[in-house]
């Protein structure tokens, strides 16, 4: 079957329809969104058309159990956030969160429903050592002790190796950019600091601007190795854009701000998949962005086909070799193959160490 | 359709395609071609309904792992719906990893609930909740209290469903662990049990099987009324004294699998459960001493 056909992709793009699914059918849909990790979302579409009367209870039960995870995580981010202000008060830089963390704090529409696993912040890289002793002094710590991989985070990276919070026990990234500085793309994450829209009540954090918060999830999902939850990012997309698209002169702006930050290419890819496989409302001209050619199609075809490994129904006999593809590609968009193969090399050779 | 009524072979081939078993609210389909889970199936769930089609909250196999571990010291591994969350264990601990397996998939999953470490009992409309440290010889008395009339919600898992305030009944079997088998055998003849399983990450483990009457009631929620610590004591004399209630919340705050996650609800459904109690701890040494007074306090 082909993902766009599948329920669960017909339940996003039409979710007034749940009120009609039977009872295997929701069987199959509840285990397709939870793979995907796009039950909560499910739960707030249900939400949002009224839908509650019209379900079963125990289909009701799992969605209710989902939110419930969401919201927990809504009220930790904003605990959470609030001791990053902290932290941050009085340095001369914006912090900006990124992607769920963002979506949580500030209430952007993918957030109702969703859950996550870590925060993500940007700061200006030469703000970077202060950032990171204003962090560790607050209790936060690294994950990452051993020297090949601080050097290889810190060289190579877009970001600090991982950080924990000793007491909280709540992980977080420090992005300086939003690629890796060896990745084949050059963008400018000084742009996006400098766009960025305030957090009111959170001193001086920081979200990307409406365009840029696209364009970020949209880089993030393009370049990224695993592809199980692709599909859940798809519809982060999906939110945003529905949202937006409406605005004044939103469309053009989003234009500007791609080539100006030289994202075009994971934004066209992100405006034809959403459009393809959630109805995205999009207006026709942006889709004409990339010329059409045998590598888009190949292209399009392969994150399909990666994003079928969300849950095994979903999957075609090709989610397999794509996924690896997808892999390898991540890999090949991060780093030059002088870099790439060395480090390959030392991850697979590596002894464990003991904990 | 209840389970028994299958016949054993027909059981076999089901569970080969997919048996959907209702326990409580929750229906599973259960795949497995290991010898041991059908015949504990066949054994403890015989009572309970069965289903051929629509919803069902838990997608589990239980099976043989492939490769040298299937024929060598084979080894059976739980999965839920494709994913494998634990190390696969000893085949003849397949049951056991059934039972496991379940309570995690409603640990796990079921925050619609709130959803407390503790073992549930019911008589005259009354619920006594048991919360258990472990060793404190809950599953003991529990099992000796089932099969002394009470009605068993579970032994191991209180659900408060968020709707109304009211325990919600799995009325699966319940787990025995090394001495309590034995006790339970002598305290009840003609109790029964599934097979044993040896060491097992909690000793030699064996499940009781779940009194007709809780599984026909099982859609019939109760009040909590009572709850009670226990403590089993060599030689004590039965001794119920009170126990604060300021004191039970926090025990069920901090022994729950999602307080937490629950947020303000967790904390709104704990406080109207412990409102409607009244609270104790139970010293006791002998089991029918402990059937005596737990029905006093249930007349």
Same mark, same amino acid.
């Given at each position: 079957m082909r993902l766009s056909d599948s329920i669960l992709l017909r339940a996003l793009r039409e979710p007034a329809g749940m009120k009609g699914y039977d009872p295997e059918t929701w069987d199959l849909l509840v285990r397709q969104a939870h793979g995907a990790g796009l039950l909560g979302r499910l739960g707030a579409l249900v939400r949002a058309h009224g839908l509650d009367n019209a379900l079963p209870k125990s289909v009701l039960r799992h969605l209710h159990a989902m939110l419930s995870i969401a919201d927990r995580q809504r009220t930790a981010v904003h605990w959470e956030v609030h001791h990053l202000a902290d932290a941050m008060e009085g340095i001369q830089g914006r912090v900006l969160l990124l992607k769920g963390a963002a979506y949580a704090a500030a209430n952007l529409?993918?957030?109702?429903?969703r859950t996550f696993s870590d925060i993500d912040i940007l700061v200006p890289k030469r703000l970077l050592p202060e950032v990171e002793l204003r962090l560790t002094v607050a209790g936060w710590v690294t994950t990452h002790r051993d020297s090949y991989d601080q050097r290889y985070y810190r060289k190579?990276?877009?970001?600090?190796p991982p950080m924990f919070h000793l007491e909280r026990e709540t992980s977080l990234d420090v992005h300086h &950019?939003? %690629? =890796?500085?060896?990745?084949r793309i050059r963008t400018r994450p000084d742009l996006i600091i400098e766009a960025a829209l305030p957090l009111p009540g959170y001193g001086n954090i920081y979200i990307p601007c409406q365009a840029d918060q696209i364009l970020h999830s949209a880089t993030h999902l393009f370049h990224e190795g695993e592809w199980w939850h692709g599909l859940r990012d798809l519809s982060d997309l999906d939110c945003l854009l529905r949202s937006? &698209?409406? %605005? =004044?002169?939103f469309w053009a702006t989003l234009l500007a701000r791609a080539r100006a930050l030289n994202l075009l290419g994971p934004l066209g890819y992100a405006l034809r998949l959403t459009r393809t496989l959630?109805?995205?409302?999009?207006p026709v001209e942006m889709l004409k962005l990339t010329r059409s050619s045998f590598r888009r199609s190949f292209m399009d075809a392969l994150f399909r086909h990666g994003m079928g490994a969300a849950h095994h129904s979903l999957a075609t006999p090709l989610t397999r070799p794509s996924e690896f593809l997808l892999y390898i590609r991540s890999h090949w968009l991060k780093m030059p193959l002088h870099l790439l193969l060395p480090h390959l090399l030392y991850k697979a050779t590596r002894k464990e160490e003991i904990a | 359709m209840k389970l028994y009524e299958l016949g054993l072979e027909t059981l076999r081939q089901q569970l080969h395609e997919g048996l959907i078993l209702e326990t409580g609210p929750f229906r599973s389909r259960i795949v497995s071609h290991a010898p041991e889970v059908l015949s504990g199936l066949w054994r403890l769930y015989g009572e309970f309904p069965i289903h051929t089609g629509g919803f069902c909250d838990f997608h589990v196999r239980v099976d043989r792992v492939s490769g040298l571990r299937r024929w060598w010291r084979p080894q059976i591994t739980f999965g839920l719906d494709g994913g494998e969350p634990f190390k696969p264990l000893p085949a003849d601990h397949a049951f056991a990893s059934l039972e496991w397996g379940l309570n995690w998939c409603i640990s796990g999953h079921a925050h619609h609930y709130l959803m407390l470490h503790a073992a549930v009992l019911e008589r005259n409309g009354l619920a006594v909740i048991l919360p258990g440290?472990?060793?404190?010889?809950k599953s003991t008395l529990t099992a000796a209290l089932v099969l002394s009339g009470f009605r068993l919600l579970s032994d191991e898992l209180a659900l408060i469903d968020r709707d109304d305030g009211l325990l919600v009944p799995l009325a699966r079997p319940v787990n025995l662990k090394n001495a309590s088998i034995d006790i339970i055998r002598a305290f009840s003849p003609g109790a029964v049990m599934g097979e044993l399983a040896h060491d097992t990450h909690k000793g030699t483990v064996a499940h009781l099987k779940p009194p007709a009457d809780s599984v026909a009631r099982m859609a019939e929620k109760a009040l909590p009324a009572f709850i009670v610590f226990p403590r089993w004591k060599a030689d004590a004399a039965p001794r119920l004294t009170p126990h604060s209630q300021a004191d039970a919340f926090m025990h069920a705050a901090t022994h729950a699998f999602n307080y937490d996650l629950l947020g303000r609800l967790g904390f709104d459904l704990n406080a109207a459960m412990v409102d409607r109690c009244e609270c104790f701890d139970f010293e006791y040494s002998r089991l029918s001493e402990a059937v005596r007074i737990f029905s006093d306090l249930v007349s």
């Open positions: 529409p993918p957030a109702e429903g190579w990276m877009h970001e600090l &950019g939003i %690629l =890796p500085e060896t990745a937006y &698209g409406c %605005l =004044p002169d959630l109805d995205t409302p999009i | 440290e472990p060793g404190a010889g």
